[in-house]
């Protein structure tokens, strides 16, 4: 059992590879990034430098590893590198005979962008932020007053987020955001989730619901208390988007106590290792499942809090890639 991660220098990829430590699956590892003081690459069996994903040398370079290496399962570390995959995922498996954990491009569309993830979830008949783009800040404030967010309808980490809370602050933040989305300010801090799907075929078999505390956009603790109510609608969410495997939806509730999800992401998250010691293993469930067609069974999940912190790796002279 071969499996090729990419982004080891990024969150993500960095949490792939955790949760393939100590794996019942033994896979040889081999990971990739284009900076060779990427930690992850020196937690694998074998290290790999590629161009950014931007380059026109990207996907030569990723098939001349796939070449190299044939492994079984090819799992993608960063979202730039999504929608490269996504477009080449069935060349490239018939090619090298492997597969490809990556959703389709219009499911990547929607989780890129915060404003198509709210059509996505009204279209569907699910509960949402109140959202729009400029020129219709009138008519969300008549719905929902201030506060409000503003954010690029592109990012992630919480990057150029803020939270308005008159005209002003408002006009100045849809003047200084790039391509904003204005929404509505849904909950408190203490009533964030984040949580993790796993579905093929239009049908989602296991999931898992996470409240957490934020850092910088990231999650750095998370408190884990199963819900099956929650559990049940991330479901029936990760049943509309029709992602291949994993998914993740960020969340709070609103003072009715309806759940409003305000990102998606079509693919592992940060929070995958996380996961994994709840009891969610879903990286090990998604490979057994693509590779050896076994079938996905949500697992029992632990009620545990989770305190993130840091760690090192340390390399040594002449180890460093170059």
């Known amino acids: 059992m071969k499996v090729l991660v990419t982004g080891a220098g990024a969150l993500l990829g960095q949490g792939i590879l955790r949760s393939l430590e100590n794996s019942s699956l033994r896979p040889t590892l081999i990971a990739v990034d284009p900076s060779p003081l990427s930690a992850g690459l020196y937690w694998a069996d074998y290290a790999e430098l590629v161009p950014f994903a931007n380059d ?49 491009p219009d499911v990547i569309n929607i989780a890129d962008d915060k404003y198509q993830t709210a059509e996505f979830f009204l279209r569907n008949g699910f509960d949402a932020p109140v959202s729009g783009i400029p020129g219709q800040e009138e008519a969300i404030l008549e719905q929902v007053g201030f506060p409000l967010i503003v954010k690029p309808r592109v990012g992630a980490r919480s990057i150029g987020v803020r939270m308005v809370k008159n005209h002003q602050e408002l006009d100045e933040a849809i003047r200084v955001t790039h391509s904003p989305v204005i929404q509505e300010y849904v909950g408190t801090d203490s009533s964030e989730y984040t949580a993790g799907a796993i579905t093929f075929d239009g049908r989602c078999d296991a999931a898992i619901v996470m409240r957490r505390d934020l850092r910088d956009g990231n999650t750095y603790r998370a408190f884990v208390e199963p819900s099956r109510e929650l559990a049940q609608v991330v479901r029936k969410w990760a049943e509309a988007l029709d992602a291949y495997g994993p998914a993740n939806f960020q969340f709070r509730i609103d003072a009715q106590g309806r759940p409003k999800v305000f990102e998606i992401n079509g693919r592992f998250s940060g929070t995958t290792p996380l996961r994994k010691l709840a009891g969610f293993d879903e990286v090990d469930m998604v490979i057994r499942h693509v590779k050896f067609k076994e079938p996905i069974c949500q697992p029992e999940i632990e009620s545990v809090t989770i305190l993130r912190h840091w760690s090192e790796t340390v390399v040594r002279p002449g180890e460093i890639l170059s």
Do not use: N, W
Not at 73 to 81: A, C, F, P, S, Y
């Open 56 to 104: 026109s040398e990207y996907l030569p370079r990723i098939e001349m590893l796939l070449g190299k290496y044939r492994p079984d399962v090819v799992l993608i570390g960063t979202d730039v590198e999504l929608m490269i995959f996504s477009l080449h995922r069935e060349f490239l498996e018939a090619k090298y005979q492997t597969h490809i954990v990556v959703a389709c």
